[in-house]
């Protein structure tokens, strides 16, 4: 008996529509592919565009222009002291009591004490400070008049952004009729302005939404990555080139192995509560400081790296070492010469991820300390400080209208911390690749 021919057999009817079949459920099974890229980019792009949208405002600040008379009544015979005394003298002037004479002379038909007080409330609490900065870097001013521009307070941004209505009835708003007048008569003056808020970029935490910054919270954050990144990598590479390398396998060592894949697993709380018994409880080191947040984000991010590392160091080809040893190398020379150097580019990547997942934590900061209220800007590793992501949880938090769009305006700033730090190891893993 004759055998068919195999393409009679797949011309048959029924051959045909399995085919069909085939091919439907094979075009089906890449629509699903592309909805679901096309659903998740859909979804990161709403996200981060409700982000931008709360976000942007936060980038722009409003400032009323003062014309001050700085009176020397106020500040005695500057002539005649010496730097230290002058300066005690500024810091003791009533630079608040300028700003009221200011608004007056502007506004000359405000004369009770209620509608006085009103009046001043339009301006941040932070222009006496730009006022007294100005007397300590121009002695000069004393005992003439000068025009100021000055934060103007949250309030008034948020009448000038469109989130305070003129036609909302006056008991469901912080500002009465007569401070919208009054801001609109300062607009129509030309002594209002909206312009970028430096503010933000340049200053620490406040209790005022107009005058807070994340430069505070973006130092702490630095300052823990470095004592982070200065524990982690020389600790987790020496520690993954041991096992991979030189440790022998025996039920030590694999107890150690599953220890170390159990660690990665833990949550992160767990390591706060570790540096909150160990570092702050028994060692006493300062609370709130980037040295204990480092030290406790090293202990959660340790794991990883070593895991990360051993992977890159068993993904070097073994004819590498072979080669090496076989040129008379001795086994620290395979591994210095030889090993690391090709496992570096992927060690690099276990790093930025341990370190992202580091700068995003907030729970192990919380147990250390690092939510409290910090004004000052960190100067060192055992300064009182806080971080990005610990600054978002407190404005998002605070019950003030104006703190939702800084808590927007720092997931931005975190965000793009997360791209520099990204960018950089892309640079340096394409760096040490190209030399191989």
């Known amino acids: 008996m004759t055998e068919r021919d195999p393409r009679e057999r797949w011309a048959e009817p029924e051959m045909q529509a399995r085919l069909r079949r085939r091919h439907a459920a094979e075009r089906r099974f890449r629509w699903m592919g592309l909805a679901a890229i096309a659903a998740a980019m859909a979804s990161l792009a709403l996200l981060l565009g409700s982000i931008v949208a709360n976000g942007w405002p936060a980038f722009r600040a409003t400032e009323i222009r003062l014309d001050v008379a700085f009176d020397a009544e106020v500040f005695g015979s500057v002539e005649e002291m010496e730097r230290d005394e002058f300066e005690r003298a500024v810091v003791r002037g009533d630079f608040g009591a300028l700003v009221r004479q200011a608004l007056r002379a502007r506004f000359p038909d405000v004369t009770s004490r209620g509608d006085v007080r009103a009046l001043q409330a339009l301006v941040s ?206 086994p620290l020379q395979v591994v210095s010469h030889h090993v690391l150097p090709l496992a570096l580019p992927g060690i690099l990547t276990g790093t930025i991820i341990g370190m992202a997942r580091a700068l995003g934590e907030t729970a192990p900061l919380l147990m250390i300390g690092m939510v409290a209220f910090i004004v000052d800007v960190p100067g060192g590793f055992t300064d009182a400080a806080t971080a990005l992501p610990v600054q978002i949880f407190l404005w998002a938090d605070s019950p003030e209208r104006a703190f939702v769009e800084k808590t927007s305006a720092a997931i931005l700033v975190l965000l793009g911390f997360l791209i520099v730090m990204n960018a950089a190891a892309i640079a340096l893993r394409i760096k040490f690749e190209k030399q191989w």
């Open 125 to 330: 609490s932070g222009a006496r400070t730009d006022l007294r900065d100005a007397v300590l870097r121009d002695p000069s001013l004393i005992g003439r008049s000068a025009s100021f521009w000055v934060p103007a307070d949250d309030e008034v941004e948020r009448y000038r952004k469109g989130e305070t209505l003129r036609e909302t009835v006056q008991a469901d708003r912080s500002l009465s009729d007569a401070q919208l007048d009054w801001i609109d008569a300062l607009a129509a003056d030309g002594r209002l302005r909206t312009t970028f808020n430096t503010r933000f970029l340049t200053s620490g935490d406040s209790r005022e939404p107009e005058l807070a910054g994340v430069l505070g919270a973006v130092m702490g954050s630095l300052l823990t990555l470095v004592v982070t990144l200065s524990i982690v990598f020389p600790l987790g590479v020496s520690a993954a080139v041991h096992l991979e390398e030189f440790a022998p396998r025996n039920r030590f060592t694999d107890l150690i192995e599953v220890n170390i894949n159990n660690l990665a697993a833990v949550p992160s709380i767990v390591f706060g509560l570790l540096g909150l018994a160990v570092f702050l409880n028994a060692f006493h080191l300062p609370r709130s400081a980037p040295l204990v947040g480092g030290l406790t984000l090293a202990l959660m991010t340790l794991p990883t790296l070593i895991i990360t590392g051993r992977l890159a160091i068993q993904a070097v080809p073994p004819s590498i070492r072979e080669a090496a040893r076989g040129l008379g190398a001795s």
